[in-house]
């Protein structure tokens, strides 16, 4: 905490320079945000089918082939 503090009474970044890093950190900000939108959702999904599909009771058909 007390090198924020530091930083934020030492202006160590030029303005443009400071512009240019918070352009870089929200535009990766929002695309973290935005993937976890899009692609964590569906694999969760796919996660809770293969596991529900593994503890559910097998069919005889298929407990003749294991054996």
Known sequence: MA????LKEH???EP???????????SSMAMVIYTSY???PVHVCLAVKFF???C???????????N
């Open 52 to 54: 529900c599909g593994i």
């Open 38 to 40: 899009v692609f964590v």
């Open 3 to 6: 090198d924020f503090k530091y």
């Open 16 to 26: 443009w320079e400071q512009s240019i890093f918070n352009s870089v950190l929200f």
């Open 56 to 66: 559910e009771e097998q069919p005889e058909s298929t407990m003749a082939l294991i």
């Open 11 to 13: 202006n160590v970044l």
